[in-house]
């Protein structure tokens, strides 16, 4: 994180507000994909794992297409073998609640993309795990880098939040994605 960044934070948690600061990366340099949320939600931060509502489909499906299995540590240790790193879009914001809907965008700090990309050379494709993130990547992040290399892909949320696809088409269109 840069001294901006983290001056900003201090400035938002200074306010009183509801500043929510995510998580560092999962990841090994050898990273091929990066799987990108949007910033934890409340019962992510209180465990300090990424996904951990029980009803967000994220590690069921990592543990049908990366072998994602056990504690949280193996289940991370699974990804990054299998060559996939995870971050959220953000590093910090003010965010009532848990839904990407009450993210307050004018707060939104980015995390530091151009130095994540930097230490991960081999990295081939950004997934973005619902369309929030991906809108404020394209908002807050893409125009600021210059990386040509890679392919970006939308994926459904997997979200409890997103009821209108069911378990067993988000898993076939993660799957026809992340190989």
């Given at each position: 994180?840069?001294?901006?960044?983290?001056?900003?934070?201090?400035?938002?948690?200074?306010?009183?507000?509801?500043?929510?600061?995510?998580?560092?990366?999962?990841?090994?340099?050898?990273?091929?994909?990066?799987?990108?949320?949007?910033?934890?939600?409340?019962?992510?931060?209180?465990?300090?794992?990424?996904?951990?509502?029980?009803?967000?489909?994220?590690?069921?499906?990592?543990?049908?297409?990366?072998?994602?299995?056990?504690?949280?540590?193996?289940?991370?240790?699974?990804?990054?073998?299998?060559?996939?790193?995870?971050?959220?879009?953000?590093?910090?914001?003010?965010?009532?609640?848990?839904?990407?809907?009450?993210?307050?965008?004018?707060?939104?700090?980015?995390?530091?993309?151009?130095?994540?990309?930097?230490?991960?050379?081999?990295?081939?494709?950004?997934?973005?795990?619902?369309?929030?993130?991906?809108?404020?990547?394209?908002?807050?992040?893409?125009?600021?880098?210059?990386?040509?290399?890679?392919?970006?892909?939308?994926?459904?949320?997997t979200s409890?939040?997103?009821?209108?696809?069911?378990?067993?088409?988000?898993?076939?269109?993660w799957r026809?994605?992340?190989?």
């Amino acid at each position: 994180m840069s001294l901006t960044q983290i001056s900003a934070i201090d400035d938002l948690m200074g306010g009183g507000a509801n500043a929510v600061v995510g998580f560092p990366a999962i990841a090994r340099a050898d990273a091929r994909i990066l799987i990108l949320g949007s910033l934890p939600s409340e019962r992510s931060l209180r465990a300090n794992q990424y996904y951990a509502h029980p009803q967000n489909a994220f590690w069921k499906i990592m543990g049908e297409i990366a072998n994602a299995q056990g504690s949280y540590r193996e289940r991370c240790d699974a990804l990054m073998d299998t060559g996939i790193a995870l971050w959220d879009v953000l590093a910090s914001s003010v965010r009532s609640g848990s839904m990407d809907a009450d993210i307050q965008s004018e707060t939104a700090i980015a995390n530091d993309f151009s130095g994540f990309l930097s230490d991960h050379e081999a990295l081939e494709m950004i997934c973005f795990n619902g369309r929030k993130a991906a809108q404020m990547f394209t908002r807050i992040v893409q125009p600021g880098l210059n990386n040509d290399k890679l392919n970006f892909a939308s994926l459904p949320s997997t979200s409890p939040a997103y009821a209108s696809m069911n378990y067993v088409d988000k898993l076939a269109k993660w799957r026809s994605i992340i190989v």
